[in-house]
Structures are given as structure tokens and as C-alpha cells.
């Protein structure tokens, strides 16, 4: 499988950085999916909460990782310490839905159902060839993270948002395709095949998520100027 590329990174976090303090084009984009196992009525749309974001520059993948694991905890910690019929008051919360944007060193991560899949001599020949190795709780399949890659982990309740996992997914795919569209170049997700793809054979952007209590962590990696040679 060929991996594509957008080759415009500064752009790209131009773009996502002109929203004054708040970033709302997810929330806007997932009603454009037609297979979302839940939609959204024009009153629920106008609920909607906005999605503040940061740019951390590079962060090593173990790091970002424990980051998102305590960031998971606190918020379904202070949620589920609501009563049920408060959880949907915002203002009872100290933390708010983040969309976390970074970039890795060399990494390669696996999906939760490979763990244990890749043998030890080729996990020594990453160590050498200077490149870690994770497995993690997310879906998906073994993916290259690394600079030049713009990687986003959403930290969203669903439930504030009205979304289904399902609906969350296809979400994203659809506002990576927008973003690529914006600079010229045709994106789209194909049947069967998670993430967005330029051609039946090059992807552009890998997505792999994980969900505990409604609350999302992990989320896209977006090929920008990223060297072709780790794939």
C-alpha cells in the first residue's frame, strides 16, 4: 500500500489555528454522514459545545500517550461523580472537549487486537533503526508516526455531541477529506477500508480510536511532510 501526502504542514496548522479560540468543524461536518447509527436534530445541533484545540509541537509517543490516559481519567472521573441528570451542564465542569494536535519522532504503534502479533526481531530492528514501538489500546492496524505528520487526538464526550462511536469515526474521515480538499487535493474514505484515502491504493490519513464511557481518545495521523521512506 502506497501512502500519500499533502506536503503543506504550516498550512494546515494556519488553517486549524485562524479559529479564534475554539474549533467547531467537526461538530458541523459528521451531519454530512449518512451512515451515522445516530443523528442529530437541528435543535441538538444548536447544543453542540465548541472543541478547544493546542499544538504541542513534538512530543514522544509514550508521552502523548500517558497524557491522554490522565486527561481520559479525569474527565469520566468528573462526569460519572455527577448525578445522571447533571452530566449535560457544562458549566459543573472543570474540563472541556480538546482536540490535541502534535507531531511524534519515529514511532510505530499497533491496534489492540495485534498485541503480541510483531516478532522481537523486528521490534529490535526498529530500536536500531532509531524508532520506538508501542501497542496501545486503540483500533486499527500497526501505523508510522513521525515528523512532519500532523497528528490529532480528540478528547470529546460523545454524549455532549449527540454521537454514536459509529457517527464519531465517520466524522473524522469526512473532515480529514474536507481539510485535504481544501488544499487542492481529492480525498475520500473507501467501503471497508478505514481512513482517508487519494486513490484506491494511497491513504492519506490513518485514523484509530479508542472510547471508554463516551469519552474518545486517540484519533488521526495525517500525512503532510512526512519522509516516505519509513513506510
Known amino acids: 500500500m502506497a501512502i500519500a501526502s499533502i506536503r503543506n504542514f504550516g498550512q494546515i496548522l494556519s488553517r486549524v489555528q485562524s479559529h479564534p479560540t475554539t474549533y467547531r468543524a467537526f461538530s458541523a461536518a459528521t451531519t454530512g454522514t449518512s451512515d451515522c447509527t445516530l443523528s442529530r436534530t437541528a435543535e441538538q445541533l444548536s447544543q453542540l459545545p465548541t472543541i478547544g484545540y493546542v499544538y504541542l509541537g513534538e512530543v514522544p509517543y509514550r508521552k502523548a500517550l500517558e497524557m491522554q490516559k490522565q486527561l481520559c481519567r479525569r474527565r469520566i472521573d468528573e462526569i460519572y461523580a455527577l448525578p445522571q441528570a447533571d452530566r449535560a451542564d457544562l458549566n459543573l465542569r ?134 516516505m521512506k519509513w513506510f
Open 94 to 227: 472543570q474540563f472541556s472537549d480538546t482536540l490535541i494536535l502534535l507531531q511524534h519522532p519515529p514511532v510505530y504503534t499497533n491496534g489492540r487486537r495485534n498485541h503480541g502479533k510483531l516478532q522481537p526481531d523486528e521490534i529490535e530492528r526498529l530500536h536500531a533503526l532509531d524508532c520506538d514501538y508501542v501497542e496501545t489500546n486503540r483500533g486499527g492496524e500497526i501505523t508510522f508516526h513521525g515528523p512532519g505528520q500532523l497528528v490529532g487526538y480528540p478528547n470529546l464526550y460523545l454524549k455532549d455531541h449527540f454521537l454514536a462511536t459509529k457517527c464519531f469515526v465517520k466524522g473524522l474521515e469526512y473532515t480529514i477529506a474536507e481539510t485535504c480538499a481544501h488544499f487542492g487535493i481529492e480525498a475520500k474514505t473507501i467501503p471497508g477500508f478505514p481512513g482517508v484515502w487519494t486513490s484506491p491504493t494511497q491513504k492519506v490519513a490513518a485514523l484509530g480510536t479508542h472510547v471508554q464511557r463516551y469519552v474518545t481518545s486517540h484519533g488521526f495521523a495525517l500525512n503532510c511532510t512526512t519522509d
